[in-house]
């Protein structure tokens, strides 16, 4: 059985086969036309599901970001809420959650873009950040990089934040998105 089942991993087989980055790169599991036809889909959840290696992910990135005085982690819905409060959680940092319209419960900035058919929003509580604070935003996947644009739109629109970074599972270097992020430092653990 090749890695990319996912059935038996454990921390054993990352520890005896190849780097960390390797082993978090072959976990993730292609899965074709979903969620429509023509589209690999970056599937993360044999990773989150292996104990040792959702750890090394995050310890990769807690060491990334200890020194750096964050203030909050922003998690764009829905995987990139996984990833923030873990990370916040390492750091002692606050999360804060971008969210697909009419989910947050108080007053909301709202931010619409651009699909490839038709558009979406985002929104933040209006009382997200304080200013001053200093923050990475995390995502699972850049893909075509519009959420993220979006994302970051939303919060340098409205808050007076110090945005120290972009962080990514994987980046499909193939689509992209960096080019849509103006040169904002970005970090992608894993590339395809
Ligand atoms: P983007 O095209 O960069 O705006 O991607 C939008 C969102 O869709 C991101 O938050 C990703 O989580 C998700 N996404 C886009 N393409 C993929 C893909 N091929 N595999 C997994 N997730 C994807």
Avoid: W
């Avoid at 807690?62 to 409060?85: H, L, N, P, Q, T």
């Avoid at 200013?131 to 970051?152: E, F, H, K, S």
């Amino acid at each position: 059985m090749g890695l990319k089942e996912g059935k038996i991993f454990s921390r054993l087989v990352y520890l005896t086969k190849g780097t960390i980055m390797e082993t978090l790169k072959s976990i993730i599991r292609d899965v074709p036309d979903f969620p429509k036809k023509g589209i690999i889909f970056k599937d993360i959840t044999p990773m989150l599901s292996d104990p040792g290696l959702f750890q090394k992910a995050i310890d990769i990135l807690k060491g990334r970001y200890e020194d750096k005085k964050i203030d909050r982690i922003v998690g764009i819905e829905a995987r990139g809420f996984v990833f923030a409060s873990a990370l916040a959680y390492a750091l002692g940092a606050g999360v804060t959650m971008v969210r697909k319209p009419g989910k947050l419960p108080y007053k909301t900035h709202r931010k619409t873009y651009s699909l490839e058919y038709g558009e979406d929003s985002i929104e933040v509580h209006q009382d997200a950040f304080e200013n001053g604070q200093r923050i990475v935003i995390i995502d699972d996947v850049l893909a075509t990089g519009g959420t993220l644009a979006a994302c970051v739109d939303l919060v340098q629109n409205n808050f007076q934040v110090e945005l120290v970074e972009i962080a990514l599972l994987i980046e499909l270097d193939f689509l992209n998105g960096r080019q849509k992020l103006d040169g904002l430092p970005l970090y992608s653990m894993i590339h395809f």
